[in-house]
């Protein structure tokens, strides 16, 4: 099976600007392209603290105009993205600032792929259905792990039927991508958890995916390593800004080998508790992850193999395949150490759903670049050992 025809084709990544201070460039930048109004797309949280206050005087220092959007919900809905589309035309915008976590990456896309293409967000559902660039397009990260400031992707919730739309193609992403490790301090510990498991969500799937090449290979095994040196860290000190600075490299590295590489079904089963009943994605892929790797683990012993090895592990002398089980065990232990719940019933999710979500999760367009063949009872078995 082929990897996602708009991973094959994502060859220039956005201009990335990663370090503490990253984030007052925006303005410079948005005046280098020639823009003159930008939309900030945030949520609230970030609207009500000041930080999107900051951004948009960072972009009136530069002479330019900015209008904020806290539009952006956990799992942006379809409904996010049309509110800020009115939001953006009845302001006169010509260019987008997202500012946030995958939230408002996601959210921001959404809204500058329907103002320049029309119609709605549920038109562009699937891979290269996005046939005009956006406008221009700056992400600013305040969180480590969605890689969303850097691929060619956006999910937005349908809230006629619950399910996350994926979209993906060559002009769904940003020109510039900021990873500024001083907006990271704020973020409580969980959600510091979250995120960073998601990162190496991204990670472990672009290495053991049917996409993977050199290029991803090798941005995702020091994302692995990355995230096994300072997670920990920035959970327990979320002031410490070395680890904050080496998530910011972890995830914006993840984000850039999933955009060559693909991603496999702990993302496809993941979608669906974030969409359905609102499930943190973070926590749901760190929850999927183990599970995957051991139903996946067969298909590529080396490689996961290898993944222990970036971890940190000592597997001089193990067989490949007692390598491979150091790997899932080492990212089990790495999740309880930073307090990830231990399944999915304990956080809301009733048995009743599993049908239908491994219905979609089938769907997905994650789930043809996993290395082991799936069928539907296999979803079904997996959600079963993640509740």
């Known amino acids: 099976m082929s990897m996602p025809l708009g991973a094959v084709r994502f060859l220039m990544p956005p201009i990335s600007l990663i370090g503490c201070g990253a984030s007052k460039a925006v303005g410079s930048y948005l005046k280098t392209y020639g823009v003159k109004k930008s939309l900030i797309v945030t949520d609230q949280g970030l609207a009500k603290i000041g930080v999107a206050d900051t951004i948009k005087k960072y972009?009136?220092?530069?002479?330019?105009?900015?209008?904020?959007?806290?539009?952006?919900?956990?799992?942006?809905?379809?409904k996010n993205v049309a509110d800020g589309v009115k939001v953006y035309k009845d302001n006169g915008c010509d260019s987008i600032v997202s500012l946030g976590g995958g939230s408002s990456h996601d959210c921001g896309k959404g809204i500058a792929i329907v103002a320049v293409g029309?119609?709605?967000?549920?038109?562009?559902?699937?891979?290269?259905?996005?046939?005009?660039?956006?406008?221009?397009?700056?992400?600013?990260?305040?969180?480590?792990?969605?890689?969303?400031?850097?691929?060619?992707?956006?999910?937005?919730?349908?809230?006629?039927?619950?399910?996350?739309?994926?979209?993906?193609?060559?002009?769904?992403?940003?020109?510039v991508a900021i990873d500024d490790p001083e907006l990271m301090v704020g973020m409580p510990p969980a959600l510091t958890a979250a995120t960073g498991m998601d990162a190496l969500t991204h990670a472990v799937e672009a290495y053991v995916s049917l996409g993977?090449?050199?290029?991803?290979?090798?941005?995702?095994?020091?994302?692995?390593?990355?995230?096994?040196?300072?997670?920990?860290?920035?959970?327990?000190?979320?002031n410490d800004i070395e680890a904050r600075t080496g998530m910011a490299y972890a995830e914006y590295l993840a984000g850039e080998a999933f955009s060559s590489a693909g991603l496999g079904i702990a993302h496809s089963?993941?979608?669906?508790?974030?969409?359905f009943i609102g499930l943190p994605h973070g926590v749901c892929n760190a929850i999927f992850l183990p599970l995957v790797c051991e139903f996946n683990m067969n298909a590529c012993l080396e490689r996961f193999a290898d993944v222990a090895a970036a971890m940190g592990e000592d597997i001089v002398g193990m067989s490949t395949r007692d390598?491979?089980?150091?790997?899932?065990?080492?990212?089990?232990?790495?999740?309880a150490d930073i307090g990830i719940p231990s399944g999915l019933k304990e956080l809301g999710m009733k048995e009743d759903d599993i049908p239908m979500?491994?219905?979609?999760?089938?769907?997905?367009?994650?789930?043809?670049?996993?290395?082991?063949?799936?069928?539907v009872k296999d979803m079904i078995e997996l959600y079963k050992k993640a509740m």
Not at 73 to 78: A, I, S, V
């Open 118 to 175: 029309g119609g709605r967000i549920h038109d562009y559902k699937g891979i290269d259905t996005v046939t005009k660039p956006m406008p221009f397009f700056v992400a600013i990260n305040t969180t480590a792990g969605t890689g969303s400031e850097v691929t060619p992707a956006a999910v937005i919730t349908n809230t006629e039927n619950h399910v996350k739309m994926v979209v993906w193609s060559i002009n769904v992403s940003a020109n």
């Open 323 to 335: 390598a491979a089980l150091t790997a899932i065990d080492a990212i089990r232990t790495l999740s």
């Open 269 to 275: 089963l993941a979608h669906q508790p974030g969409s």
């Open 212 to 238: 993977h090449n050199p290029k991803a290979d090798a941005l995702a095994l020091k994302s692995i390593e990355f995230i096994a040196k300072y997670l920990r860290k920035a959970v327990a000190n979320g």
């Open 357 to 375: 979500m491994a219905e979609w999760a089938m769907k997905e367009v994650c789930t043809p670049t996993n290395p082991r063949v799936t069928t």
């Open 59 to 78: 972009i009136e220092e530069a002479g330019l105009e900015a209008v904020i959007y806290p539009g952006a919900e956990p799992n942006p809905t379809d």
